[in-house]
């Protein structure tokens, strides 16, 4: 849970982050806006000849934040990185001390299914724990740091070869 509260906090403050930092982009050309004969509506940078009488110029500028909201951003984000630490301090010290550690099974071992035994029971194992490697590692919902290439081994989901997973990992 503690994990959690950590990733929450470190996707907020990289956001906030991102916002602060991001550069201002000057437009670069104008929008406009048109029906063709189809009544179909385009919007793009260029008119034909033909629709230059009919073209409407979009207003295009750029949102720029204000010096207040700048500071309200680096204020939350100094605030989250504070919260991270303590969160990061409060989960080592709830930790087992080393020696309990050692004595414990692998932690996959511990989430295989006993039944399993089948070449589509492993493939849908390893598939699991890829995910679990790579979930720190995400960008959002469409990226993942380059870095976890060099720390995971990427399993592509079994589905197509094994059907629907008959077994999922419990967190």
Not at 19 to 48: E, L, N
Not at 50 to 63: E, F, I
Request: hydrophobic residues 35%.
């Amino acid at each position: 849970m503690v994990g959690s509260k950590v990733m929450m906090v470190l996707r907020r403050s990289a956001l906030a982050a991102a916002v602060v930092s991001a550069p201002v982009v000057a437009p670069c050309a104008d929008i406009y806006r048109w029906v063709d004969d189809q009544g179909r509506t385009h919007i793009a940078d260029t008119v034909p000849e033909r629709y230059k009488s009919v073209a409407t110029k979009l207003d295009s500028k750029v949102v720029e934040p204000t010096a207040r909201q700048r500071a309200e951003a680096l204020d939350r984000a100094a605030k989250d990185r504070a919260k991270v630490a303590e969160l990061e301090a409060a989960a080592r010290q709830a930790q087992p001390p080393a020696s309990a550690t050692s004595a414990a099974p692998p932690r996959s071992a511990t989430r295989r299914n006993p039944a399993a035994g089948s070449e589509c029971d492993r493939l849908w194992q390893e598939y699991h724990e890829s995910q679990e490697c790579f979930a720190p590692y995400q960008m959002g919902p469409t990226g993942i740091k380059a870095e976890a290439y060099s720390k995971c081994k990427e399993v592509r989901n079994p589905s197509q070869q094994c059907g629907p997973a008959k077994y999922i990992s419990p967190q």
